[in-house]
């Protein structure tokens, strides 16, 4: 991550709010590091500026990009969702915790990676019902306690009811999970048939 070398308080939060419209998902700990100060003088910026604390930035960025979901519950997407643009891209959000490390290792289960990114690409697909028939993954290297998993999956093309979608995750813009979805759309289906 760039640092920024110590800055005048009014120098710092002009850039605080440069920074945070171009990378809203930043935590006060990442400002923190980012501009060399403590947590708290961050929290005193962002409520000097009347910048929510993260978790309403991730609402409100949600708020204005989401289509509505149809393949599949907003609920059951893993990861909080902060784009949703059908048939053309969505992003989703998680914070590694706890409940998603290995007790010994503080490194996060794989299947957590690939659940958010997997039920992402069925998210943006427009259909009633949508299915990943085939899934092309790669491991990058290991996520952490406390890191910020950002997905970004993008429908590459479309045939019929089929679409590849390209799923980028990245923690703090480094690539962490790569893969590529092969997803079956499906419309007016009765779900009791499936």
Known sequence: MLIIARLPKK???NRLVQFLQENPFA????LAELFQVSIQTIRLDRLELGIPELRERIKSVAEKNLDP???L????VIGDVVDLQLDVQAISVLEIKEEHVFARTQIARGHYIFAQA???AVAVIDADVALTATARIRFVRPVRLGEKLVAKAVVRNRDGDECKVRVETKVQG?????A???VVGMSNVSTRNI
């Open 11 to 13: 120098d710092r939060q």
């Open 180 to 182: 590529t979805f092969r």
């Open 27 to 30: 935590t006060d700990e990442d």
């Open 69 to 71: 979901v149809k393949s």
């Open 73 to 76: 519950g907003i609920d059951e």
């Open 118 to 120: 997997n039920s992402l």
């Open 174 to 178: 480094e690539l962490v999970f790569t």
